[in-house]
């Protein structure tokens, strides 16, 4: 089968140039003396005919080898790369012109057998060109076409010939460049951009009676980054890299994207498709924590197997979920937050008849937004926590101590009924008697809910629940909610200085 590091060997063979930020100068020998130590660094060795010309360095007979050993690989990896040329320009550039009217054969050796395939580079208007000054390189790449695909495979006996791969991947009006500035070459900054991304996996393993088809596709994609202070890119741990003021920043946006996928195994088989029409991603991580924030829109969700009886159908206009995390441990408290949001979401007939088989309730869109938010110390750096999750008792092993709560917003809506809430609590990490070891809360929580009486008669005329039961749930909500509407109850909880909880101003503990 393909290796799990194929992509990464795909990767590092395409885009081998860009991976470093320790370029001295810009000249064919100082570049391939890079394009070395990059593979060095990826524990690969190089094997290669070196020539020089006019222009620059000629590089034929190209390996990568990589042997295995017992802690990293069960597999020695072999892969005979393209020719290059690495050619030096008048105006002070260098270019990096691979030959892509050859092949790319990878072989992997376990013991005796050996597996081997054989990659058809894909190219067209490609060029490929490190310039700029001096310590701050620039690398470019820009193609009207660009990508792999797998042309042939040889696999061991064992595997009786039967086996079918079909596989590529290719990138469509690709511009992409990276910095390389700073002082030191410790501030990248990178930006990538694409018309479309097609990723394409078919196979059917007879032995194993397997088989599977994925069709990755984004159009419209743009990536920009920016990193700064980065002083290091082997031996320093992210702690030390933020506590030295190391931050980065991303931005990702698309078009149209989905992914489908169809697998069959003995087990069943499952297929399904995710889609949206576009989506936004942001992040930032610095000392002071990770943001991150993402966004879709008029997406869709299907899946179906033989192990479920109704296939999931489930649409929506807009969607988002973001956090914000501490991530060092600091001596004032810190932001955290959680953000999550989903409007006009519906549910496909078939699949909300599993719920309501007689119709009797409106399957209509749902809505949800939720923003959490407050101020926690973090009792150790989050990058050095590892959780035993062996240990029995493991309740106290995230290591935050949160002072505030928030509570931001709280907006739900469907089958007519809606419920929106606010406010928020200070915690009393110091008073963990009055609530039985949890921290004292201080704060006050306001609910509004709306059309649950008619729902609920609702449950009770559709035969859901009986009488009793829909007096038992109006009872229950007398206990926390008055009347502030036609079908509108309202409730205040809060919790005071003294211990006690109270609904509406009635005493609950």
């Not at 020539?51 to 390996?63: A, L």
């Not at 002083?231 to 946006?253: M, R």
């Not at 505030?404 to 089958?415: G, I, R, T, V």
């Amino acid at each position: 089968m393909i290796p799990k590091k194929l992509l990464t060997i795909i990767v590092l063979v395409i885009f081998s140039a860009g991976s470093s930020h320790a370029w001295a100068q810009m000249n064919a020998t100082i570049v391939w003396d890079e394009i070395k130590q990059i593979a060095s660094e990826n524990g690969y060795k190089i094997s290669a005919l070196i020539s020089q010309s006019e222009k620059g360095i000629n590089v034929t007979d190209f390996t990568l080898i990589n042997k295995a050993n017992e802690t990293t690989e069960v597999a020695t990896v072999e892969i005979d790369l393209l020719d290059i040329q690495i050619l030096e320009r008048s105006d002070g550039s260098v270019e990096i012109r691979p030959d892509y009217d050859q092949e790319i054969t990878i072989k992997l050796y376990e013991g005796r057998e050996v597996s081997s395939f054989v990659l058809k580079p894909l190219s067209d208007n490609t060029t490929m060109i490190i310039s700029g000054e001096v310590g701050a390189p620039d690398f470019k790449i820009n193609s009207s076409t660009l990508g792999l695909q797998l042309k042939e495979y040889d696999l061991p006996p064992r595997y009786q010939g039967n086996e079918f791969f079909e596989a590529s991947i290719i990138l469509n009006g690709l511009v992409a460049n990276q910095a390389f500035a700073g002082k030191i070459q410790d501030s990248p900054k990178s930006s990538f951009q694409a018309g479309y991304i097609n990723l394409f996996l078919n196979y059917d393993i007879p032995a194993e009676q397997m088989s599977g088809l994925i069709r990755y596709n984004l159009e419209d994609i743009l990536v920009i980054s920016r990193q700064d202070n980065l002083v290091s890119n082997t031996s320093a741990n992210l702690t030390n890299l933020l506590e030295t003021g190391y931050n980065a920043l991303g931005s990702y946006s698309v078009g149209a994207g989905s992914i489908e996928f169809d697998f069959s195994s003995p087990d069943g088989n499952l297929k399904g498709k995710l889609a949206s029409e576009n989506s936004n991603v942001s992040s930032s991580l610095t000392q002071n924590g990770l943001l991150f924030d993402a966004y879709f829109a008029n997406g869709l969700f299907k899946l179906s197997s033989s192990g479920m009886p109704i296939p999931v159908d489930i649409s929506f206009k807009n969607g988002n979920y973001g956090f914000t995390v501490p991530i060092l441990k600091q001596m004032e408290s810190q932001n955290f937050g959680l953000r999550l949001g989903v409007s006009d979401l519906l549910i496909a007939q078939d699949l909300w008849g599993l719920i309501d088989p007689n119709n009797n309730l409106k399957n209509g869109p749902i809505n949800a937004k939720i923003a959490l938010s407050g101020k926690a110390k973090l009792l150790e750096n989050l990058t050095e926590f590892r959780p035993n999750f062996n240990e029995e008792n493991n309740s106290n092993s995230i290591p935050l101590e949160v002072d505030e709560m928030f509570l931001d917003k709280l907006d739900l809506s469907l089958m007519g009924t809606s419920l929106q809430g606010e406010g928020s609590v200070t915690l009393d990490n110091e008073d963990q008697i009055t609530f039985d070891g949890f921290p004292k809360p201080v704060g006050s929580f306001e609910f509004v809910l709306s059309g649950v009486n008619a729902l609920v008669d609702k449950l009770i005329s559709s035969g859901f629940i009986d009488s009793d039961t829909g007096m038992g749930a109006r009872m229950m909500l007398s206990m926390f909610t008055i009347p502030t509407g036609e079908d509108e109850l309202s409730s205040k909880i809060e919790f005071n200085s003294l211990g006690h909880i109270l609904a509406n101003g009635q005493r609950l503990r």
